[in-house]
């Protein structure tokens, strides 16, 4: 069993920035791909940025390109979403995933992950 916590979510005025981290509980998570969901009020849960085990393979959501970068920490078993240029339209509870995977891919729907955390909320206020 894989525990994931994310942390760093927050309130922020548009145009500002956040990182979301999420700390991992595994011996074998060099193995594992990781992604960002997030569900907004009302809505179903969407895929933000996936990233390859080895750190050289990454896919965004249209709508978060060039503003958000995904990064991961191996020797810490960690993941990193950087968010700059946040608008209200961000506003979600931002999930991290994870899958065991053991090869070069980024899966970008909910049900390719097994592991979930429980979610971090980033409100982004105009």
């Known amino acids: 069993q894989v525990q994931l916590v994310e942390s760093g979510g927050g309130l922020v005025q548009a145009g500002g920035s956040l990182r979301l981290s999420c700390a991992a509980s595994?011996?074998?998570?060099?193995?594992?791909?990781m992604a960002w969901f997030r569900r907004a009020p009302g809505k179903e849960r969407d895929f933000v940025a996936g990233?390859?085990?080895?750190?050289?393979?990454?896919e965004y959501e249209d709508s978060v390109k060039g503003r958000f970068t995904i990064s991961r920490e191996n020797a810490k078993n960690k993941i990193h979403l950087q968010m700059n240029s946040l608008k209200p339209d961000d506003t979600a509870l931002y999930y991290c995933?994870?899958?065991?995977?053991?090869?070069?891919?980024?899966?970008?729907?909910?049900?390719?992950?097994?592991?979930w955390g429980q979610g971090t909320q980033v409100t982004v206020s105009s």
């Open positions: 595994s011996r074998t998570f060099g193995n594992f791909a």
């Open positions: 990233i390859s085990w080895s750190g050289e393979t990454t």
């Open positions: 995933a994870a899958i065991e995977v053991g090869l070069e891919w980024v899966g970008e729907y909910p049900t390719s992950y097994e592991y």
